[in-house]
């Protein structure tokens, strides 16, 4: 595994201050995440758009990095390929719970299906009880949104894990996120699909890098970081995260510099 060219953390007092990551190098492995990270966060995960910068960043990245490029998103796959229409990037979705790999092969980690199917009716009730909650069904994964209620966030947190415990349910672990509570399958998470990934061409052998913004991806901080890599947390908010780029717009700024630098390269050898 080729390291890029340079450390970008400073020592000061023996600890060490977070800044900006250096641009990439060809020779990584990149990990995304969307909501919070590419695009900015919306009232409900359907409002969200990706202007055309987006759309046109991403290819041109996977094509840069030799196609190791993945998106690892709470979003369902078939909702990442809404917003992306015509890419069929590699995708986690779901926390993990499913996987598309380079190749187009999609893994899926659905434990108790009739558990999540109960989960789903008790939940249906108690969001439509309350105005201003929102759930999400994605498939193998429901997440109540208190984004236009935060006051109801107690209440929220309170009823999702009563009604875990009611049901008896096993096989699934609660997430927190900005402002929602998810159900995602146990022992799944953005560390465990990227790590999947790195195992596969044409991750294998790159210096990954992770950026998100949420509790949910500080899994995947991890385990970058248990591989010798750079995670990175967008905007305020303790994390784990070794480096730090303050909003979605410095996302895109330093994604765009990393291409240049990345074709600048490719130029000179």
């Known amino acids: 595994m080729r390291v890029p060219r340079l450390s970008a953390l400073r020592a000061l007092g023996g600890r060490f201050v977070r800044r900006p990551p250096p641009v990439l190098s060809p020779h990584c492995a990149l990990f995304l995440d969307i909501d919070g990270t590419l695009l900015e966060l919306a009232e409900r995960p359907e409002a969200a758009r990706p202007d055309r910068m987006v759309s046109e960043l991403l ?30 990037m590699p ?84 997430q927190p996120g900005k402002c929602l509570l998810e159900l995602r399958p146990e022992g799944r998470d953005k560390g465990e699909a990227i790590r999947d990934f790195m195992g596969e061409s044409p991750f294998r052998g790159r210096f990954p890098v992770f950026v998100g913004d949420d509790r949910g991806d500080e899994h995947g901080f991890a385990m970058v970081d248990a591989l010798g890599g750079w995670s990175v947390k967008v905007g305020r908010g303790r994390s784990r995260a070794r480096f730090r780029l303050g909003e979605v717009a410095a996302v895109r700024r330093w994604l765009a510099e990393s291409l240049a630098d990345i074709r600048a390269v490719e130029t000179t050898s």
């Open 91 to 174: 995708v986690a979705g779901q926390h993990g719970a499913e996987r598309r790999n380079a190749h187009g092969t999609v893994h899926i980690h659905a434990p108790a299906p009739q558990t999540l199917a109960r989960l789903r009716a008790l939940f249906t009730t108690f969001a439509n009880a309350h105005p201003g909650l929102l759930l999400e069904d994605k498939g193998h994964s429901l997440a109540i949104h208190y984004r236009q209620a935060p006051e109801l966030e107690a209440l929220v947190h309170r009823a999702v894990r009563d009604g875990v415990e009611a049901t008896g349910t096993t096989g699934y672990a609660l």
């Open 59 to 88: 290819p041109a990245l996977g094509s840069a990095l030799d196609g190791a490029f993945a998106l690892v998103t709470g979003r369902a796959i078939s909702d990442v390929d809404r917003l992306f229409p015509g890419l069929a």
